[in-house]
């Protein structure tokens, strides 16, 4: 009985919450003119921001594993989805058949870059198509819009897979101890999830134009949160000493994703206003993380 309610809640929570997300973004949030996508990138790379400072570190820190070892692993989990980000650019490269970096394709490249800022409304993309080359046209869409060929994908993925995993650990604990304190802690995992999947789904839909694949592949990730339910419920003993690396490592993705592909995205010059607005909801994003977090942590 323990184990089927740890199954149901800890699939409730990590799809559940993806979905709810899903909902949120489907009834305006993005779309309207009040909320444009530029506006969603700030949020979502304020809700990983968060979701890394102001929820998984302090949770890991409070537990008994030491200083040293949780920084040197938030330092490797860094390097390794730096890595993982490089690979996933060249795996984009490879597969839709760009030729190997080189003097020509550089050449090529700063070309179509310089075209972009000659342009201030990103019209180089159309100079590539008005000189009829398919390819080149596609390249310089890429790199002025961002769709296909932006990193962070499978970064945020890992990241978020390792993160449910730990959350479906933790909610087998609370089932473990008391079924009422199980039901408390997947209603709290859900909550918290929420505006860090919307981040999420931003995110995606950045690399993927898709958005029925985005949900698919944040939903699968969410569904990890089972996973760990079911190995926490055998294994719970055993891997509570670990849980603060997982949480870690979560961390390392989300700090990664935020900062090397979210916030230079919205490093372009804006008006007063502009700026003004994308600050805004860089902080909404913290606010409602932490808020939630905090929220969840004292139930």
């Given at each position: 009985?323990?184990?089927?309610?740890?199954?149901?809640?800890?699939?409730a929570a990590g799809i559940g919450s993806v979905w709810v997300a899903?909902?949120?973004?489907?009834?305006?949030?993005?779309?309207?003119?009040?909320?444009?996508?530029?506006?969603?990138?700030?949020?979502?790379?304020?809700?990983?921001?968060?979701?890394a400072f102001m929820h998984l570190l302090p949770e890991a820190f409070?537990?008994?594993?030491?200083?040293?070892?949780?920084?040197?692993?938030?330092?490797?989990?860094?390097?390794?989805?730096?890595?993982?980000?490089?690979?996933?650019?060249?795996?984009?490269?490879?597969?839709?058949?760009?030729?190997?970096?080189?003097?020509?394709?550089?050449?090529?490249?700063?070309?179509?870059?310089?075209?972009?800022?000659?342009?201030?409304?990103?019209?180089?993309?159309?100079?590539?198509?008005?000189?009829?080359?398919?390819?080149?046209?596609?390249?310089?869409?890429?790199?002025?819009?961002?769709?296909?060929?932006?990193?962070?994908?499978?970064?945020?993925?890992?990241?978020?897979?390792?993160?449910?995993?730990?959350?479906?650990?933790?909610?087998?604990?609370?089932?473990?101890?008391?079924?009422?304190?199980?039901?408390?802690?997947?209603?709290?995992?859900?909550?918290?999830?929420?505006?860090?999947?919307?981040?999420?789904?931003?995110?995606?839909?950045?690399?993927?134009?898709?958005?029925?694949?985005?949900?698919?592949?944040?939903?699968?990730?969410?569904?990890?949160?089972?996973?760990?339910?079911?190995?926490?419920?055998?294994?719970?003993?055993?891997?509570?000493?670990?849980?603060?690396?997982?949480?870690?490592?979560?961390?390392?993705?989300?700090?990664?994703?935020?900062?090397?592909?979210?916030?230079?995205?919205?490093?372009?010059?804006?008006?007063?206003?502009?700026?003004?607005?994308?600050?805004?909801?860089?902080?909404?994003?913290?606010?409602?993380?932490?808020?939630?977090?905090?929220?969840?942590?004292?139930?």
């Amino acid at each position: 009985m323990t184990l089927i309610a740890i199954i149901l809640a800890t699939l409730a929570a990590g799809i559940g919450s993806v979905w709810v997300a899903a909902w949120l973004m489907r009834a305006g949030l993005g779309t309207s003119s009040r909320v444009s996508p530029q506006h969603l990138l700030s949020l979502a790379a304020g809700a990983l921001l968060a979701t890394a400072f102001m929820h998984l570190l302090p949770e890991a820190f409070e537990s008994q594993a030491g200083a040293h070892d949780l920084f040197a692993t938030l330092l490797v989990g860094l390097v390794f989805f730096f890595l993982l980000d490089k690979a996933e650019l060249w795996h984009h490269g490879h597969e839709h058949g760009h030729p190997a970096p080189g003097p020509a394709p550089k050449v090529e490249h700063a070309h179509h870059h310089e075209l972009g800022h000659a342009h201030a409304h990103g019209h180089g993309h159309e100079h590539a198509h008005a000189n009829s080359h398919p390819h080149k046209h596609s390249h310089g869409h890429d790199h002025a819009h961002g769709h296909g060929s932006r990193g962070g994908g499978w970064a945020l993925l890992t990241g978020d897979s390792v993160h449910c995993f730990g959350d479906g650990i933790l909610i087998a604990s609370a089932f473990m101890a008391d079924i009422k304190l199980g039901i408390v802690a997947a209603l709290a995992v859900l909550a918290h999830e929420v505006p860090h999947h919307i981040g999420d789904l931003v995110v995606m839909r950045q690399n993927s134009a898709n958005r029925r694949a985005a949900l698919v592949k944040v939903s699968l990730a969410g569904a990890v949160t089972a996973l760990g339910g079911l190995v926490g419920y055998f294994l719970v003993g055993q891997l509570e000493s670990l849980l603060p690396y997982f949480l870690v490592i979560a961390s390392s993705s989300f700090v990664y994703v935020a900062l090397a592909d979210l916030i230079p995205q919205l490093q372009k010059r804006l008006t007063a206003g502009g700026t003004l607005a994308q600050i805004a909801w860089l902080v909404a994003g913290m606010t409602v993380v932490t808020l939630v977090s905090g929220l969840a942590h004292a139930h």
